[in-house]
T-cell receptor, first 113, second 114 residues
Framework: NAGVMQNPRHLVRRRGQEARLRCSPMKGHSHVYWYRQLPEEGLKFMVYLQKENIIDESGMPKERFSAEFPKEGPSILRIQQVVRGDSAAYFC???????????FGPGTRLTVL | AQKVTQAQTEISVVEKEDVTLDCVYETRDTTYYLFWYKQPPSGELVFLIRRNSFDEQNEISGRYSWNFQKSTSSFNFTITASQVVDSAVYFCALSDPGWGKFQFGAGTQVVVTP
């Protein structure tokens, strides 16, 4: 059973470009969570999604960030017009249900030049 | 609001020494879950243990053990006879009883030298 997959593992963007981060949950998991880890800090919750629904986006910045988890395909975290402060590791986690252990992907390390 | 505090930013030990990581949490929920994750230099997050708020039984699993004290809101984690491969950042996390949103501590860097 493959674990949570994230791609790309490393992403470099210039200021003003768009970044798209993908997360494929574990088989049978319908709950996806995105977290951001700034350098030298812990993980901060961004958004929680189930298939085709955003359940909680209280941790998402108000502008430029969006997330989706379509009926088919991976969950996507999209950052428009990236700025240097967006440079971080973005982790995706999945679980079979909301109260279950979350399994984390390897993360995508975004560098904004 | 939920909060997780890991007061130790870095702990350095020599191989075979024991190391205890402190975690103090705040929550208004009566039901919640506590976790420890390990983040080695490669960057991935590795699940170590989970405890629910109704189970204060402390256990040992191999070289890992934990001490959950609800009265003091602490969930400490101990590595016995540390090894170089234990060098990593360790995160304590708290999730609410609803859908599992995690609140992470800032992490404790553990450095084990030969």
């Amino acid at each position: 059973n493959a674990g949570v997959m994230q791609n790309p593992r490393h992403l470099v963007r210039r200021r003003g470009q768009e970044a798209r981060l993908r997360c494929s949950p574990m088989k049978g998991h319908s709950h996806v969570y995105w977290y951001r880890q700034l350098p030298e800090e812990g993980l901060k919750f961004m958004v929680y999604l189930q298939k085709e629904n955003i359940i909680d986006e209280s941790g998402m910045p108000k502008e430029r960030f969006s997330a989706e988890f379509p009926k088919e395909g991976p969950s996507i975290l999209r950052i428009q017009q990236v700025v240097r402060g967006d440079s971080a590791a973005y982790f995706c986690a999945s679980s079979p249900g909301g109260r279950d252990e979350q399994f984390f992907g390897p993360g995508t390390r975004l560098t904004v030049l | 609001a939920q909060k997780v505090t890991q007061a130790q930013t870095e702990i350095s030990v020599v191989e075979k020494e024991d190391v205890t990581l402190d975690c103090v949490y705040e929550t208004r929920d009566t039901t919640y879950y506590l976790f420890w994750y390990k983040q080695p230099p490669s960057g991935e997050l590795v699940f170590l243990i989970r405890r629910n708020s109704f189970d204060e039984q402390n256990e040992i699993s191999g070289r890992y053990s934990w001490n959950f004290q609800k009265s003091t809101s602490s969930f400490n984690f101990t590595i016995t006879a540390s090894q170089v491969v234990d060098s990593a950042v360790y995160f304590c996390a708290l999730s609410d009883p609803g859908w599992g949103k995690f609140q992470f501590g800032a992490g404790t860097q553990v450095v084990v030298t030969p």
